[in-house]
T-cell receptor, first 113, second 113 residues
Framework: GNSVTQMEGPVTLSEEAFLTINCTYT??????LFWYVQYPGEGLQLLLK?????DKGSNKGFEATYRKETTSFHLEKGSVQVSDSAVYFC????????????FGKGTLLTVNP | DTAVSQTPKYLVTQMGNDKSIKCEQN?????MYWYKQDSKKFLKIMFS?????LIINETVPNRFSPKSPDKAHLNLHINSLELGDSAVYFC????WGEGYEQYFGPGTRLTVT
């Protein structure tokens, strides 16, 4: 089955700093890739996704590019805000007999004013 | 309108009891899921159903029994609760197929004492 490895946190940044959260995957074939965000006390929300190699997902200033050659889907944001403080999950989805979303362990981001 | 709802939001119970968590989605999706999130925020799929048929059962103890009375509902019944069952349980739904976003409910925090 798939596995997802993401940078372990916690990550603490000052407002307006640059953010990178690394994510790599192992899978048979080419899975769809996702970043989900979980704000305190809430469920997960989709942040962005990419379904094929070289696709770039983007939302709310966050970006990630599906890199087949490095099996990576790193999350970046140029200037973080306090409101971005949350747990971020990288995830991979494959169909067929392995029809499930596999999550990384999550990265807690805290942004200080 | 809430897309994916769960009840109850909090559940505190004693070891050995039996409890149920209910999930409903009004998105018209074919596929529903149960996830368990432990105290370290690690998310793992437990079950997935498509059109009321079980698709995935991820080596979950027999004490956990999902039931899908119709496409819009997926309930989780837990027998003989143990301390290790304490976690946050999330329900989610999506269309059937790769590349689709999963929509998560707000979670049910189960505490077994």
């Amino acid at each position: 089955g798939n596995s997802v490895t993401q940078m372990e946190g916690p990550v603490t940044l000052s407002e307006e700093a640059f953010l990178t959260i690394n994510c790599t995957y192992t899978a048979t074939g080419y899975p769809s890739l996702f970043w989900y965000v979980q704000y305190p006390g809430e469920g997960l929300q989709l942040l962005l996704k990419a379904t094929k190699a070289d696709d770039k997902g983007s939302n709310k200033g966050f970006e990630a590019t599906y890199r087949k050659e490095t099996t990576s889907f790193h999350l970046e944001k140029g200037s973080v805000q306090v409101s971005d403080s949350a747990v971020y999950f990288c995830a991979a989805f494959s169909g067929g007999s392995n029809y499930k979303l596999t999550f990384g362990k999550g990265t807690l981001l805290t942004v200080n004013p | 309108d809430t897309a994916v709802s769960q009840t109850p939001k909090y559940l505190v119970t004693q070891m050995g009891n039996d409890k149920s968590i209910k999930c409903e989605q009004n998105l018209g999706h074919d596929t529903m899921y149960w996830y368990k999130q432990d105290s370290k925020k690690f998310l793992k799929i437990m079950f997935s159903y498509n059109n009321k048929e079980l698709i995935i059962n991820e080596t979950v103890p027999n004490r956990f029994s999902p039931k899908s009375p119709d496409k819009a509902h997926l309930n989780l019944h837990i027998n003989s609760l143990e301390l290790g069952d304490s976690a946050v349980y999330f329900c989610a739904s999506s269309p059937w197929g790769e590349g689709y976003e999963q929509y998560f409910g707000p979670g049910t925090r189960l505490t077994v004492t």
